[in-house]
């Protein structure tokens, strides 16, 4: 549901997703242990995302955790088992309880998910970029993005996280900094275009020097 000002509301109807099992992954195994990145979320079953999660580990595979929707009694093990832990706003504040209403408080729902076991936590705040936080490097960072009108906001969670899984299978040796720079400016094109998958765009509609 989409606001006249582009802000949206999900609204979830699991449905088929929730029937995807165990024996699904294992038929999926050999493409999930070749992979250069996973991305899990929620809206299949918490288990079977955990299974790929392990799964992906144990081969060797980058994993990024999306803990959406996100659910207050997360099991620990998914902390442990993100090479990338991303969440929003309201994710970040189900998960610890921290209100997040600016890139201080984003900072310190990160901190309280490293605390966790999370490695690195990015924190996504709409039009105010995104918060990242490190136990390799522990002062958070504020990666600033492009103000732009935005029409619809659907997805744009989900352009930022398909691009940052491009950059760390195509581009592993870019810091998580310019990675994350590059999804911004991705996801701000997607929030342009009405729809979600419609406002994605294509390589050929983007800067050619963020390849």
Request: net charge negative; with cysteine; aromatic share 4%.
């Amino acid at each position: 549901i989409v606001s006249s000002t582009g802000q949206n509301a999900i609204v979830i109807v699991a449905g088929a997703n929730l029937l995807l099992d165990s024996e699904d992954l294992a038929k999926a195994s050999k493409a999930i242990c070749g992979a250069k990145v996973m991305v899990c979320q929620l809206e299949i079953s918490p288990q079977v995302s955990l299974e790929a999660l392990k799964m992906a580990r144990n081969s060797g595979v980058k994993t990024i955790f999306n803990p959406a929707p996100a659910v207050a009694d997360l099991d620990a093990q998914f902390f442990t088992h993100s090479d990338i832990f991303c969440c929003n706003e309201s994710e970040a504040e189900i998960l610890t309880g921290i209100s997040v209403s600016s890139r201080d408080d984003a900072g310190r729902a990160g901190r309280a998910l490293l605390e966790r076991g999370c490695h690195l936590v990015l924190v996504t705040l709409g039009g105010e970029g995104c918060v990242i936080v490190s136990k390799d490097d522990p002062p958070q960072k504020h990666i600033a993005t492009n103000t732009v009108p935005a029409v619809d906001t659907t997805g744009a969670g989900d352009s930022f996280i398909g691009a940052l899984a491009f950059y760390l299978a195509q581009d592993p040796h870019l810091s998580i900094e310019e990675m994350v720079k590059r999804s911004n400016h991705i996801a701000s094109v997607s929030v342009q275009s009405a729809g979600t998958q419609t406002s994605y765009p294509s390589r050929k509609d983007l800067p050619q020097d963020i390849f």
